[in-house]
């Protein structure tokens, strides 16, 4: 069955100050992740961890390679906000899934119901094909 976003969760999730780890998230200003991330952090007032497979660093905040390398003062993870590929989604969502966030947003074009199920199963909100810049708009964020 298809996911199908709540949004009570949506609304949860952008109001609830919180940590936000943004795989995919680099120093590429042309990519939608670099000023997300940035309305992320100003905007909602959320932290942000950037996870990027060189770990460089961006915003001025510490990188990381995997959500595994994220180190325990930094849990715990409220947001997996990803970035990836629809094909390439599932492993962020495992990973997720094992580090023990307690959601995954999968951005704008980011489809996969098998992993969403997945997350659910393990009891995480999952929030799918949705930019947090855009939707925190329709609750005046």
Known sequence: MPHVNDPAVLERLLRAKGRWAIVGLTTNQWRAAYDTSLFIRDRLG???????????????????????????????????????????????????????????WL???????????????????VIMNACPAQDARRFGL
């Not at 970035?83 to 990973?95: I, L």
């Open 46 to 104: 959320m932290e942000i961890i950037p996870v990027n497979l060189p770990a460089d660093p961006v915003h001025n905040e510490t990188g990381y390679a995997s959500l595994a390398d994220i180190p325990a003062e930094k849990h715990p993870i409220d947001v997996v906000d990803c970035f990836v590929n629809s094909h390439r989604v599932g492993a962020v969502v495992d990973q997720a899934i094992a580090v023990g966030a307690k959601a995954v």
């Open 107 to 125: 951005q704008l074009g980011v489809i996969d119901d098998a992993a969403a199920a997945r997350a659910k199963a393990a009891g995480l909100d």
